[in-house]
């Protein structure tokens, strides 16, 4: 059975900084890329990044490009997400998500709890 | 990349089907046969319903169908049940993947 398992939010000032986790099991964790999606209360979803299987391709939306490192340890079988300048639009559920298949993220079969951020003072 | 075009809510009395549509643009939803609908129930996590465009993941019932005419998107959920009753997001791939605004459906 796959699972993905989040952790790591919290509330946190604005400008702080914080390192999501997402521990994945029942599947083969090197062979798929694997993204955060966040969604802000009561809004949307938005695809924040995708990193490849490999580690070695990485995407980022316009919103989080240079505050946010997205990368993955495969022998731990664990996603991270580093987050850094934090704002209060960044307040939100991040969720990990694994991509279907291929190397083109187009769809997301499996996705975790997620894990709330809060950004206040 | 603006987000994909949804209406905020559509209803339906249990047994009817209901229509939820997606509208884009070339450039996502009519470019890419990559669209994906996701049901929410409150404070869950998201389920692929849908993917390229009409293909169901292995457990969705076939009473969820999709399917696509130029940049529009469509879910339709045939013989409604009180346990569809949640938001449906739609997405595709357009470079990287952009989201609806998502659809509150209710079952009357």
């Known amino acids: 059975e796959v699972q993905l398992l989040e952790s790591g939010g919290g509330l946190v000032q604005p400008g702080g900084s914080l390192r999501l986790s997402c521990a994945a099991s029942g599947f083969t964790f090197s062979s798929y890329a694997v993204s955060w999606v966040r969604q802000a209360p009561g809004k949307g979803l938005e695809w924040v990044s995708t990193?490849?299987?490999?580690?070695?391709?990485?995407h980022y939306a316009d919103s989080v490009k240079g505050r946010f490192t997205i990368s993955r340890d495969n022998s731990k079988n664990t996603l991270y997400l580093q987050i850094h300048s934090l704002r209060a639009g960044d307040t939100a559920v991040y969720y990990c998500a694994k991509v279907l298949k291929g190397t083109t993220v187009t769809s997301f079969d499996y996705w975790g709890q997620g894990t709330l951020v809060t950004v206040s003072s | 990349q603006s987000a994909l075009t949804q209406p905020p809510s559509a209803s339906g009395s249990p047994g009817q089907s209901v229509t939820i549509s997606c509208t884009g643009t070339?450039?996502?939803?009519?470019?890419?046969?990559?669209v994906s609908w996701y049901q929410q129930h409150p404070d869950k996590a998201p389920k692929l319903m849908i993917y390229e465009v009409s293909k169901r993941p292995s457990g969705v019932p076939d009473r969820f169908s999709g399917s696509k005419s130029g940049n529009t998107a469509s879910l339709i959920v045939s013989g409604l049940q009180a346990e569809d009753e949640a938001h449906y997001y739609c997405s595709s791939y357009a470079g990287s993947i952009i989201f609806g605004g998502g659809t509150k459906l209710t079952v009357l």
């Open positions: 990193i490849s299987g490999s580690g070695g391709v990485t």
């Open positions: 070339s450039s996502d939803v009519g470019g890419y046969n990559y």
